[in-house]
């Protein structure tokens, strides 16, 4: 039976009102600097229309979404007539206060012709919007320098978009819906001129009403600044909001990270930039605080007291193909560690907030990662994937990328012990791994409890005592899951025990197929719900944690193992943890199958 009846089901709505504190304070948010007094004369309005509009399909009473046709400006036009006024004059012609207009979001995807917003945007949006959880108004453009018509864009876009398992009725018919809302602007990304033909363009779907924008920087991080500068200049809302969502990697290390936090800082206040790591949007990653914080079981155990070690281990069974450019700029700890990874743990070992609110977790967060030891470089293994051939099929090695200089020395494989310096967490291990070109893909939380004292059965498990403790694995990805090993009993006249797992498979317990993680995050930008994004603290407390590391690997050219691709990774990461008593908890016998 459901606790609470969700509205959108990937939604934060639910757990948002109009009289909840953290929103009230992110209402009063500037849009950009020069339309900030007519943001602040609109305190809460403009989420309180939004609030009113959006209602998704599975609520009770729910609004239909609206037609494309009702989207149309040329309907605007006719509407009333006042197609090219302000949204305020608008809203003064017609006798209403800002509070009284409907609201309407409009949603830009800089760099609409790229591998993400195909791969992950565009289909994250539609599914929103299958789902009813956009709001009544509100319209899609692509932004990117690429020449496309509207109808291209559209067809580009239709090539990804699909509809879940358990969603197929309507499918193509929303399809051609949610394409008919999709538009497409082409411009360079420091020209004013061009986010100011954007924002007329814009103007004409807002068709007067409260216009809320925002902004999905889906570019490298070298451009991000030009576009928001001339975003911010050009095409910002005048009396709704604004907001930009802003991609992964946020800087190199500590220096570059704060020369990109001032410099979107000049453009922006730090409550309208939405800064993604899309793992806080993965399913099991929102469910760790609800696992340990409603249930009993779980909160007294979460501690030093119990816990013998956390482990958080990353893998993929492919290589770099295709992103080897980027990522041998970054390598596999800045490009998973530093983020995704670092950003569960602090979610894992977090002090219990005063509230769900976003500034209370947030702000437990952060306690974590500045509670962490620096990092050594004795407690870090790093790797890199050569060519293996396989059942006759050769597959590449890192450096046979041709988009990688030969020779270099980026990690795709690292593993490293951290640890938190705090009276919960003080000498228990956090290992972390991750890498590509593995054997399998998966991504898990590993908590191994402490042994029973004086084990009553410790002989059933002979000398190794560590098969007798209980371990707790939370499975992000794929086949989400939550299990817990116990011992039991093997059925029988004998006493013989075994390890057996209560086990949550998520595929036989819900029949919902999971959202991906993007909906999630994009739903919450509009909503203005910032629980699951970074603050410029917690960047700056992740990488202070991670630069002198990175730094001595660099400067030392410290070479990685090598491994083979499609292997376990290298040898070097049991040693690491060995030294802290620790096996890999996906390594053993009964995972690996
Ligand atoms: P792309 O390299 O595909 O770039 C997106 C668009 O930006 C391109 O279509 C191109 O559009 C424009 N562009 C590319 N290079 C330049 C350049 N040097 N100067 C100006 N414009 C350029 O990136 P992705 O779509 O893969 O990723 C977008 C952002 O998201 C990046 O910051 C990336 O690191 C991050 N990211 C990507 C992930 C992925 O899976 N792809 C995963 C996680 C984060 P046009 O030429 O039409 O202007
Ligand atoms: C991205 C990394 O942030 O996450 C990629 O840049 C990685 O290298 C990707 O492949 C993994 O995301 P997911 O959701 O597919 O596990």
Redesign the pocket.
């Given at each position: 039976m459901a606790l609470s009846a969700a509205k959108c089901p990937s939604s934060s709505a639910a757990r948002l009102s109009l009289g909840h504190p953290s929103l009230r304070s992110s209402t009063l948010l500037r849009p950009f600097p020069n339309s900030s007094a007519l943001a602040r004369r609109v305190p809460s309005r403009s989420f309180k229309n939004w609030n009113l509009n959006v209602v998704c399909k599975q609520e009770a009473g729910a609004v239909p979404a609206s037609s494309s046709a009702e989207e149309a400006p040329s309907k605007n036009v006719e509407n009333g007539g006042l197609f090219g006024l302000s949204s305020e004059e608008y809203g003064n012609a017609i006798g209403l206060d800002a509070s009284e207009r409907e609201s309407t979001v409009s949603i830009t995807v800089v760099g609409a012709s790229g591998d993400l917003a195909k791969k992950k945007i565009f289909p994250a949006l539609f599914a929103l919007y299958y789902e009813d959880c956009l709001p009544k108004h509100f319209t899609i453009f692509g932004y990117a320098r690429s020449k496309m018509t509207d109808a291209e864009l559209r067809t580009m876009v239709s090539k990804t978009l699909t509809c879940r398992i358990d969603k197929r009725e309507n499918c193509s018919e929303k399809m051609e819906q949610f394409l008919n809302r999709c538009f497409y602007h082409s411009g360079q990304y420091d020209s004013e001129q061009n986010f100011a033909e954007l924002d007329k363009k814009l103007k004409e779907h807002e068709g007067g009403r409260l216009p809320n924008r925002l902004f999905y920087l889906s570019i490298p991080p070298n451009i991000f600044i030009d576009v928001v500068k001339s975003a911010s200049q050009s095409s910002s809302s005048k009396d709704g909001w604004t907001r930009v969502i802003v991609e992964?990697?946020f800087g190199r290390d500590s220096q570059s990270s704060a020369a990109l936090t001032r410099g979107l800082k000049q453009y922006l206040e730090e409550d309208q930039i939405f800064r993604i790591d899309?793992?806080l949007g993965?399913e099991l990653v929102e469910n760790l605080s609800i696992l340990r914080f409603s249930n009993l079981v779980f909160e007294p155990l979460w501690s030093r007291q119990y816990i013998r070690n956390v482990q958080l281990i990353?893998s993929?069974d492919f290589g770099?193909e295709g992103?080897g450019g980027?990522?041998d700029n970054?390598g596999i700890i800045r490009?998973?560690m530093q983020?995704?990874l670092l950003q569960i743990l602090a979610l894992f070992a977090m002090e219990t907030p005063v509230s769900m609110d976003a500034e209370d977790i947030r702000n437990e967060k952060v306690k974590v990662l500045r509670s962490m030891k620096p990092l050594q470089l004795e407690d870090v293994v790093i790797g890199q994937y050569k060519s293996h051939t396989k059942g006759g099929v050769t597959y590449p090695g890192y450096t046979d990328d041709k988009t990688v200089p030969k020779g270099s020395l980026t990690p795709t494989f690292a593993a490293a012990a951290l640890f938190i310096d705090n009276a919960r967490w003080d000498g228990v291990p956090f290992l972390m791994k991750a890498g590509?070109a593995l054997h399998t893909?998966r991504?898990e939380i590993r908590v191994q409890f402490r042994h029973v004292p004086g084990n009553l059965y410790k002989r059933s498990f002979g000398t190794d005592l560590d098969r007798a403790t209980n371990e707790l694995v939370i499975r992000v990805?794929p086949n989400e899951a939550i299990y817990l090993k116990i011992n039991n009993k093997i059925p029988g006249l004998g006493m013989r025990l075994d390890r057996s797992n209560l086990n949550l498979l998520y595929a036989s317990r819900y029949s919902k197929e999971i959202p991906d993680?993007y909906e999630r995050l994009l739903l919450d930008a509009i909503e203005g719900e910032r629980r699951l994004f970074i603050r410029s603290d917690e960047l700056d407390a992740a990488w202070e944690l991670f630069t002198p590391l990175l730094r001595e690997l660099e400067e030392k050219k410290i070479a990685p193992e090598l491994y083979p691709y499609g292997s376990r990774g290298p040898v070097g990461a049991h040693y690491l943890a060995a030294n802290y008593n620790v096996r890999w908890g996906d390594l053993s016998a009964s995972e690996t199958t």
């Open positions: 992964k990697p899309h793992y993965k990353f993929e770099t992103r980027y990522f970054y490009d998973i983020n995704h590509k893909r991504t990805q993680a």
